[in-house]
């Protein structure tokens, strides 16, 4: 089955404490993408990338770290995470030239305390 | 820069009756549009986009957009609606000279039997 597939669902540190979120999709798939959702904000783009090793910021990227090492995985890293970062997080993927039919993960609830 | 707008937090409709969920964009060249939905605890899953063409595009579930190019607007339609179609909805626009999606803030469809 296609999918994209996050880990952990739920998540509670606290501040300072590096944590990682791992996103892996099974489709092949050369774009991958992090975003945060928040009441009333709608998601926004943290950081994506367009295929190995090739990674760009988005319109959130501060405070956290993206690697691509390889195509099917691109991981989340929050080095000090703050109460700020509280959120839920979403990976997504697509394959280039689909015009953005973006597969979604099922989601990363976050709690800095 | 791009950004999208859906002015109505939530929309409530009787189940039956036809729904419309709106929403418009700004973006500097051609714009791609695009609807998502979020049901409870679940990931983003695409419903239809609009990159050329007809205005009025059909997608997954019944919904249709209309692209409107002089009101800059991309309502989403369906002409009955269904308790099951009760969710989050996410607009989102991207121009054609950037990767990047903007999403919109969100309305939430309630659907009353």
């Known amino acids: 089955e296609a999918q994209v597939t996050q880990n952990p669902r739920y998540l509670i540190t606290v501040t300072g404490k590096k944590l990682t979120v791992t996103c892996s999709q099974n489709m092949n798939h050369e774009y991958m993408s992090w975003y945060r959702q928040d009441p009333g904000l709608g998601l926004r783009q943290i950081y994506y990338?367009?295929?190995?090793?090739?990674?760009d910021k988005g319109d959130v990227p501060e405070g956290y770290k993206v690697s691509r090492k390889e195509k099917r995985n691109f991981p989340l890293i929050l080095e000090s995470p703050s109460p700020n970062q509280t959120s839920l997080y979403f990976c997504?993927?697509?394959?280039?030239?689909?015009?953005?039919?973006?597969?979604f993960g099922s989601g990363t609830q976050l709690s800095v305390l | 820069a791009q950004s999208v707008a859906q002015p109505e937090d939530q929309v409530n409709v009787a189940e039956g009756n036809p729904l419309t969920v709106k929403c418009t964009y700004s973006?500097?060249?051609?714009?791609?549009l695009f609807w998502y939905v979020q049901y409870p605890n679940r990931g983003l899953q695409f419903l239809l986009k609009?990159?050329?063409?007809?205005?009025l595009v059909k997608g997954s579930y019944g919904f249709e957009a209309e692209f409107n190019k002089s009101q800059t607007s991309f309502h989403l339609k369906k002409p009955s609606a269904l308790v099951s179609d009760s969710a989050l909805y996410f607009c989102?626009?991207?121009?054609?000279?950037?990767?990047?999606?903007?999403f919109g803030s969100g309305t939430r469809l309630q659907v009353q039997p």
């Open positions: 990338s367009m295929n190995v090793e090739v990674t």
């Open positions: 989102a626009v991207r121009d054609a000279g950037r990767r990047a999606l903007t």
């Open positions: 997504a993927s697509s394959a280039a030239g689909s015009n953005e039919k973006l597969f």
């Open positions: 973006v500097s060249g051609n714009p791609y």
């Open positions: 609009y990159i050329t063409g007809d205005n």
